[in-house]
Nanobody, 122 residues
Framework: QVQLVESGGGSVQAGGSLRLSCAASGRTFSSYVAGWFRQAPGKEREFVSFTTRSGDRTYYADSVKGRFTISRDNDLNTAYLQMNSLKPEDTAVYYC???????????????WGQGTQVTVDP
């Protein structure tokens, strides 16, 4: 089992920045791919980004590419999502997740955090 706890959400004006953190406990975090997903009201959960076990490779949804940066510190058992140039359409609950293999699909992720709200005002 891996327990994940997100933090760092909040409200920000368009063009602003936020940094989300995902603290992992339980089994060795470095054994898992770390991903971020988001879900806006009335919409399905969508992929945002993931990084490989070592953090040497990163992948992004087209909608956030160039604005968001995913990273991880396996010594601290923590993953991060730096979000810059935020837009109102980035408003959603953001979830951290862990998977055994690289995947863009939410169904591939075995462990999930409780989510953190990000609101971007126009």
């Amino acid at each position: 089992q891996v327990q994940l706890v997100e933090s760092g959400g909040g409200s920000v004006q368009a063009g602003g920045s936020l940094r989300l953190s995902c603290a992992a406990s339980g089994r060795t975090f470095s054994s898992y791919v770390a991903g971020w997903f988001r879900q806006a009201p009335g919409k399905e959960r969508e992929f945002v980004s993931f990084t490989t076990r070592s953090g040497d490779r990163t992948y992004y949804a087209d909608s956030v590419k160039g604005r968001f940066t995913i990273s991880r510190d396996n010594d601290l058992n923590t993953a991060y999502l730096q979000m810059n140039s935020l837009k109102p359409e980035d408003t959603a609950v953001y979830y951290c997740a862990a998977a055994r293999g690289n995947s863009f699909k939410a169904t591939s992720y075995d462990f999930w955090g409780q989510g953190t709200q990000v609101t971007v005002d126009p």
